[in-house]
């Protein structure tokens, strides 16, 4: 099996890594970089637990090799907290509208709500829930996960 | 004593490190020098396993080892994983091994194990490890099974039938014969899964300076587990340690024992290294345990004014290739039928047979979707007849608040009468109809055709055995440092249990919730426990808490007392102080008084003074208890695509008294999530030959959050006056009677066409086939 090197930024710091071509984003973040807060839910694309910013762009890190990450910025769920490890307006939502119960799809929930609203300040429910629809749940019946995407977006509007 | 916190909007303990990427699951847990495995599942439904060569497999590189039954410790390789549920109604008692022997008879079951350097490199050897099967018939519906002639479904079986259950109360035979209407249906509810979004995960290591065995494992049962390990490899008890850290869910079928949770450890210990195994998603779909399989033919008996003279039927249950969980479900199913409704006369004889399937054990509701579904869809069914309105019908049946407590007749599966301890059905289902402007519906509906619109609305009520236990202890103590040690045996797969344990033992001994330290699904945190099913931890492990919280709270005030020189009565406690009301108002911490309680190395407590402040107490309730609730659902279908949007989902639900609104209506709008996709979607389909065709979230649906709208909720809450707490669970009641009022619903949207639906799930594609059956397309406009 080939190796590659591999050079990527993730969460704004840089890593130098070599890895096998096979090697999906999702096992490398969580087992070369440590980094076990993207979860793999179906390794199969459906689930978007594993969801991760990619050059700002939400992807599934278990449809990609880590290879073919060469050179980008990523971004998880490791990323969104503010100096200190304050919880973020999104995430803050997340816990004040109880967007959560296992938080095992919460990495996927958060990534993909974070690209809806940094593109879509002002979503529609319907829009809301048209973005979460690549994101299962299997705690929530989703409504926590909504209430608070809409209310995120009322705070940084407000703020 | 305030309750500061108990009932209250609490926001969970358990969310900031979740939303952060700090979480725990098992394979999140790094150990040095780990090995990776990989299971070798049968591709066959039935089959004798005539030789296994891992040859090929054993000299890829980085392979370390290919274990086979024979492989496995004394008395795992032989013996077969113990049985939790006995019932002398069971005639074939049969769990697994933990790896397969002679025979396999689902496909999925575990064969092998290859452990090697890493997942993917075990992944490559496992086609190399060459089994020689040779291929049995096998039996893949239950109806087929219990035929005569049937294929058997393990080769040393006479037939089919694992047990026989006949469930009956008064004369229900004499009460059909006089009865002016009696009406029959045939239902049939079909297996999914509990598809919690993390599969299971379990992780083993020995430490060979202590002996100590420690198994990380993503399950609701780590105390049930260590104690099957035990049996398994002969090992003490207390050289296991089972840690169940944040688990991603649990839903069912993270409660029983599985093979792999005996194979990893066997390993670790064969190996001397760490061992991680992570199932995907495939194997999920292969090997971990599903349910709802049940058929019935039912029929209902009714007086001129539709009141309830009997009900009788039979009703068959498809368990699997092994029976894990006993004959529970339909057991259950069995019980939960009367509800909340009086039915004078009842017989129910249930079939449990076995199938070349995966086997079956709770999946959320656990009998219950499935017994409510065939009570509720009788009721419209005398609705129909009698050309009563459904809410009418059920209204005359309902058992009264005065006739509480109410003994329906027969034994639950907790071994104790079957009587309910209040709850009020009436007030459930008037609440729940006027929040759905119930009453406005006809016009809503007339509204909607007149734009050439389909909709209708469903009505289900239930009742739901909870809280069952024998028990789950609770163990309160000081630290040094000011913070609260609180140690149970129930267990977090993400139902708050955390915060609410927190919030009871708060408001006992006076602390701050985040001065609570919890420690959950650790074995090594109390002696005893038993875990998450049934909706039975705010029950047992609730009360546990708080009996555990006053001890500990009279042990502070008599310790603070002492060292003030006031009376007991004059101490209170207030953000982890003991302070006396009068002079200056002197003052303790929680952290001085546990030093103080600690004593002095060598020095005699005074009279009075006892060893730390720390209890554990057991709660052990007599008996279940009863949540009840209602649910409407209004939906519009599509008739041209069968596609089915929600326009209201409505809940009145009654768990007792309420610890945190915010987690129990978080567990009801999640419930109803599961419901619905037990009635629109969730279809795990086999082949004629048991061979499993759904193994993607691609093939085997879950609703997302397009599908699922925000229930309005109402809690009712009548105390349970079986615990002190009054609480009755909440975990399962948002699922159980979904599936009734979703298809009720979508029947009701479809009157005109006269089509009836008696099955879940009830997808697009059945809507429209029973339509275009009922020749609805040459009617439509």
Redesign the interface.
Known sequence: MSTHAIKLSVNGKPYERSA?A??TLADFL??EL???????????G??G?CTVLLDGRTARACLMFAVQAQGREIT???G??GAG?K?NVL?QA???H?G????????GM?MTLTELLRDTPDPSEVQ???A????????????????AALAAARSVRGA | MGARHFGARV??L???A????????V??V?LPNALHACFVRSPHAHARIRSIDATAALAMPGVHAVLTANDLPEPMCTERIPNLMTNPAIKIMRTQHALAREEVCYVGEAVAVVIADSR?VAEDAVPLVDVDYDVLPSVCDCRDAVKPGAPRAHSDVEDNVAAFVRMEYGDVDASFARAPHVFEERMWLHRGG??????RAVTASHDPASDLLTVWSSTQTPHLGRRMLADLLGRNLEAIRMIAP????G?GPKAPFYAEEAVIPAAALQLGRPIRW?E??REHFLSATQERDQHYDVAIAVDADGKILGVRGTMLHDTGAFMPWGIIMPYIAAVTIPGPYVVPNYRLECTVAITNKVPTTPVRGAGRPQAVFAMERMMDRVARELKLDRAEVRRRNFIQPEQMPYAVGLIFRDGMPLVYHGGDYPTSQRAALARAGYDGFAARQEAARANGRYIGIGIANYVEGTGLGPFEGVTVRVLPNGKVAVATGATN????QRTALSQIVADQVGCRLEDVVMTMGDTAAISQGVGAFASRQSVNAGSSALLAGTEVRRKIIALAALTLGVPPDDIELEDGEAIARGGNRPRLSLGELARLAAGTAGVSFVAGQTPGLEHTAYFTPPQASYCNGTHVAEVEVDPMTGGVAFLNYTVAHDSGTVINP??V??QV??????GIGNALFEHMVYDENAQPLTT???DYL?P???D?P??DIEHIETPNPLNPLGVKGAGEG?TIPAPAAIIAAIENALSRFGVRFAEAPLTSERIVATLRAAGAYEKLD
């Open positions: 096998e096979r090697i969580r087992h440590g980094l076990t807060g993207t979860h793999v839910g179906c390794e199969h459906v689930c637990a998880t769920i490791e969104l907290a490890g919880l995430q997340f816990h004040e109880h959560l119960q296992c938080g095992f799809c919460t990495p958060l809301v829930r048209d979460l629809s690549g994101n299962l749940c299997r705690c929530t019946g989703y409504g926590g996960i909504v209430a | 926001t969970r358990e969310d900031p979740l939303l952060v990427g700090a979480g725990r699951f394979d999140d790094k993917y509990g598809m919690s979004m993390e599969a944040d688990v991603g869910g839903f992570a995907d998603r797969q993400g139902q708050g915010l987690i209506d978080g709008q999640g419930g109803v999530a599961h993607t979230f691609a879950l997302t959050a397009m699922v925000t229930c948002g």
